[in-house]
């Protein structure tokens, strides 16, 4: 693999690992809103990774966020009539989001995104100790 790919690949797996952060983000904002009915509640989102292929070897080329898809895991009533929100059962619906699970997503994505640096930082010091064999 080229130099020039290197940088591509860590690039496409930055970009990707941000937009997981940026979820991650979005997921612990909303974590405690709630609604009045169980469509009307957020779902915890998550990025879909899809690989990018190598046309002529067919290798993994780099990564990319194919979709944002929504959680499938259903909202949880509570009941509390005095709230504003609450149906004519007097429930409201709270988010499904996992605090411990999205903590997770957030150490794994940030710790991915360093591992991605430093794969530039020693790619960068490689391409200049071969320029520098010319010397």
């Given at each position: 693999m080229a130099l020039d790919k290197i940088f591509d690949a860590a690039g496409?797996?930055?970009?990707?690992?941000?937009?997981?952060?940026?979820?991650?983000?979005?997921?612990?904002a909303n974590v405690d809103t709630v609604a009045g009915s169980a469509e009307a509640v957020y779902r915890?989102?998550?990025?879909?990774?899809?690989?990018v292929l190598r046309s002529a070897e067919g290798g993994v080329d780099g990564v990319r966020i194919r979709e944002i898809a929504q959680s499938t895991v259903a909202?949880?009533?509570?009941?509390?009539?005095?709230?504003?929100?609450?149906?004519?059962?007097?429930?409201?619906?709270?988010?499904?989001?996992?605090?411990?699970?999205e903590m997770a997503n957030m150490t794994d994505a940030s710790r991915t995104?360093?591992?991605n640096i430093e794969l530039v930082s020693t790619a960068?010091?490689?391409?200049?100790?071969?320029?520098?064999?010319?010397?």
């Open positions: 496409q797996a930055l970009a990707a690992q941000t937009v997981r952060l940026n979820t991650v983000a979005s997921n612990l915890p989102k998550m990025p879909v990774f899809e690989s909202p949880t009533p509570r009941y509390a009539p005095q709230h504003p929100l609450a149906n004519e059962d007097g429930y409201i619906f709270e988010s499904g989001v996992n605090v411990v699970e995104y360093q591992t960068k010091r490689l391409l200049l100790a071969t320029l520098r064999l010319g010397q």
